[in-house]
């Protein structure tokens, strides 16, 4: 039977915006901690930590998030854990916000100027030390717009997990579009609700992008 | 030969070991070869001037001591302890050694007292209000105590200088190091920076100064140091240094400094 595209359709769909969203943050929250981690490791004086930070960000950068998904999901069962799309796209889409905003932030912290390290560490500072008073928060203040940046890129990335049966935006769409063969409104649809949650934050990292420059060609 | 001599009589009557001694130290920065065959022995309160041409190891050398650079091989010794490679060896080093850069290095996000407080609170584990106390009374010492609570941005040149030398000297060095300290200032501030040297030199402070200011050198070095390409080419009183230089190259480079 063929439903038509209507309000409780469109409202099928709007409310799946909540997933998405709530995806989208703690993937992005996973991430910040995760990322923080493999950033500092990347950093780290001790060269099997730099190995690993490195190793990971390869591996995540280097395949394809969607087959990131597959393993997440697919080795949930032969890890023997009852298979859940929520958890397997949660772990997944963290560990990629991971090495991600390790790699983003890593840039950040060695954008620093070396003299500031240098001259910590002439004051004999532990790493913890130069890390959490002087270069962190230097490099957090070049690091707030490419982060933002990232944001948006991940909120578009949980639409992937539509394909382990996550049902977010995207299969939301999918499932609305299939039940009343009007695909192109329906997808349409779902394009102008990712626009309006991404618009925004990409005004809001260009904006600070701008105010960041200008701090610093001054 | 006398200039020997008289340093062994001296550590002798004192029976204290030298601040620093660096043995046959070599460097390399991967195939270019920055120090060959360095030694150098600096009393407690000598005040040593090193000079040369720019790329001729100066600089380098000076990071040996607190290893900012680290030798590929030779011993360093300060006051005795020959310098861990481990890091918690070296942080404890770095303890005794103070550093001024040329490019002063302070934390621009932080007040000019944070900068002098963050190293006696996190490092020698002081109380605030006690790291306070020290950070105020050395500012108090390099002339800017009104300055405290400004951001680095807010201060001239010559005052972030200043502010360098106080942070430094609040973790209570035995030693200085200097790595060129007027070299980016505006000529009409190189003189405070200098007189706070000075001031720093007449109470005793173990200092090693890569500089071109001769007439700093002049009045306030017990030795000067000449270096070029990675060596120590000579070494001598600043009497017998500037009126009598024994080699070529010495005498070729005080000439292009006049």
Known sequence: MIRDYGLNEFFFIATAIQWTLALSLIAFGGGILGGLIIALMRVADAKPFRWFALGFIRFFQGTPLLMQLFVAYFGMAIIGLPTNPWIAAAV????????????????????????????????????????????????????????????????????????????????AGQIISNATFKPFIVISTVAVFYFLLCWPLSLLASRMEQRFSRATTR | MTQETKIDAKSAADARPPA??????????????????????????????????????????????????????????????ALAQDASGARAARQEIGMVFQQFNLFPHMTVLENCTLGPIKVAGKPKAEAEKIARAYLDRVRIPEQADKYPAQLSGGQQQRVAIARALCMQPRIMLFDEPTSALDPEMVKEVLDTMIDLAKDGMTMICVTHEMGFARSVADRVIFMDHGEIIEENSPELFFKAPKSRRTKDFLGQLI
């Open chain 1, 92 to 171: 997944a889409l963290t560990l990629h916000a991971s090495a991600f905003l390790g790699e983003i932030w890593r840039g950040c912290i060695e954008a620093v100027p070396a003299g500031q390290r240098e001259a910590s560490t002439a004051l004999s500072f532990s790493y913890w030390v130069r890390m959490r008073y002087v270069i962190l928060p230097q490099a957090a203040r070049i690091a707030v717009a490419p982060t933002t940046g990232f944001l948006v890129q991940l909120i578009k990335a949980t639409s992937l997990a539509s394909i382990i049966g996550f049902t977010e935006l995207t299969r």
């Open chain 2, 20 to 81: 620093i001694e660096m043995d046959s130290i070599n460097t390399w920065f991967g195939d270019f070869h920055a120090l060959k065959n360095v030694n150098l022995r600096v009393d407690l309160g000598e005040r040593i001037v090193i000079c040369g041409p720019s790329g001729s190891g100066k600089s380098t050398l000076i990071r040996c001591i607190n290893q900012l650079e680290t030798a590929r091989d030779g011993t360093i010794r300060i006051n005795g302890t």
